[in-house]
């Protein structure tokens, strides 16, 4: 499966932010991550929209919020990450 897992829940601001910058750059076609955090990642969402990727944020079972991203026009990658994304429950706030 062309998961990565990026699980940033015990670490301290900006750090889950910027690993989550340097991994999605490194995403191969094909490939979507699995960012896990213990709070929904506000500040990740404009840079996601800014350079080509799109994300699809739910409630984790091991973990308050997990988002999975992928690359514009990754149809494989999609499929795959809203795929294991709908097998948990959509984010809703509060």
Same mark, same amino acid.
């Given at each position: 499966?062309?998961?990565? $897992?990026?699980? $940033?829940? !015990?670490?301290?601001? #900006?750090? #889950?932010?910027? %690993?989550?910058? &340097?991994? $999605?750059?490194?995403?191969? #076609?094909? !490939?979507?991550? =699995?960012?896990? *955090?213990?709070?929904?990642?506000? *500040?990740?969402? =404009? ?6 990727? *799109?994300?699809?944020? =739910? *409630?984790?079972? +091991?973990? &308050?919020? &997990? /988002?999975?991203? @992928? =690359?514009?026009? +990754?149809? /494989? ?5 809203? !795929?294991?994304?709908? !097998?948990? %429950?959509? @984010?809703?706030?509060?």
């Amino acid at each position: 499966m062309p998961e990565r $897992v990026l699980d $940033v829940s !015990e670490l301290e601001a #900006p750090e #889950p932010l910027l %690993r989550a910058i &340097e991994t $999605v750059q490194t995403l191969e #076609p094909g !490939e979507f991550l =699995r960012f896990c *955090h213990r709070m929904k990642p506000c *500040h990740l969402y =404009r840079f996601l929209d800014e350079n080509g990727f *799109h994300a699809d944020t =739910r *409630h984790g079972n +091991d973990y &308050e919020c &997990e /988002v999975f991203i @992928w =690359r514009d026009g +990754d149809e /494989v990658a999609a499929g795959e990450a809203q !795929e294991l994304a709908a !097998e948990l %429950r959509a @984010w809703s706030e509060g």
